[in-house]
């Protein structure tokens, strides 16, 4: 089973950019449908990006939430077996617990909504990182 763990999280001002990394240890990423997501206290998680990996059969595809799309981009590097999500024009209602999580179900699944979702939908989680966005 695929481990992930988070990194790149911070304190950034409005307006400006960070990189998240989910580095995944035990399988190879690629072969996953790897989604991000975002919490904040109180709130329910955010489907808000996710790449397909060779499980799909549209190995590479990417797909954004409209609350993130033209701002984040999400990419991978299977030597690193790592995926990344660059985030720009970052503002206050971007902070956030992001959180990486791989599953078998297509990336239109869980992208654009918000929700408890289901544990058994996913292989595996990482443990989070916290980006804030604040001047």
């Known amino acids: 089973q695929v481990q992930l763990v988070e990194s790149g999280g911070g304190l950034v001002q409005p307006g400006g950019s960070l990189r998240l990394s989910c580095a995944a240890s035990g399988d190879t990423v690629n072969h996953y449908n790897v989604n991000w997501f975002r919490q904040t206290p109180g709130k329910e998680r955010e489907g808000i990006s996710c790449i397909s990996g060779s499980i799909s059969g549209s190995d590479g595809m990417t797909r954004y939430a409209r609350s993130v799309k033209g701002r984040f981009t999400i990419s991978r590097d299977n030597a690193e077996n790592t995926v990344y999500l660059q985030m720009n024009s970052l503002k206050p209602e971007d902070t956030a617990v992001y959180y990486c999580?791989?599953?078998?179900?297509?990336?239109?699944?869980?992208?654009?909504?918000?929700?408890?979702?289901?544990?058994?939908?996913?292989?595996?989680w990482g443990q989070g990182t916290q980006v804030t966005v604040s001047a």
């Open positions: 999580a791989t599953s078998f179900l297509a990336c239109e699944t869980f992208v654009g909504y918000t929700g408890n979702f289901p544990l058994e939908d996913f292989d595996s």
